[in-house]
């Protein structure tokens, strides 16, 4: 098993939702973006939620608009073991530092777990501060959670309430 590294947070002051995936996949840390496999549908998904194309605009405008909507990203884990991409693959892990994050996001109204993996590690890191902010545990965007798009959609348009 190789040892898989995390992104640095896209995140501002005025970041009101933090969406928290688990591990970059493997096309992901090749092209060095969060949610670059093609069949992940988180660029589908958050466009959806603000209204925007994301997925039709290149990377860099991608993290802009996401900034300018006050949606941030990171990963709960900071590096772990893994071979492949899958969360349940995951051995060895160390958590990222959730809560010295948090406290830099004066604007932020809610954590949003992009996983079921996402949300175990991410809700232990949180402890008894995860009661500070809201928690949105979110049907994962990869294509390795088969449920349909719609309904993955429909547990998605919550972000939209803490935005505005």
């Known amino acids: 098993m190789t040892t898989k590294r995390c992104f640095p947070p896209v995140v501002d002051a005025h970041t009101r939702v933090l969406v928290l995936g688990s591990l970059p996949g493997e096309v992901s840390l090749a092209q060095s973006q969060y949610y670059a496999h093609k069949q992940n549908r988180f660029w589908h998904l958050m466009g959806d939620v603000l209204g925007v194309d994301l997925a ?3 990377y860099d405008s991608r993290l802009a608009t996401l900034r300018r909507h006050r949606v941030g990203l990171w990963d709960v884990v900071a590096e772990a073991r893994r071979d492949g991409s899958l969360d349940s693959s995951i051995r060895d892990h160390q958590g990222n530092d959730l809560l010295g994050l948090i406290g830099t996001l004066p604007a ?5 777990f992009n996983g079921g993996t996402a949300a175990r590690i991410g809700e232990k890191a949180l402890g008894e ?3 500070r902010h809201a928690i949105l545990k979110l049907p994962s965007s990869s294509p390795a959670y088969t449920l349909a798009y719609a309904q993955k959609l429909i547990a998605w348009q919550a972000i939209r309430a803490w935005l505005d």
């Open 108 to 112: 932020l109204r809610a954590i949003a």
């Open 56 to 58: 039709g605009l290149d």
């Open 129 to 131: 501060h995860g009661d």
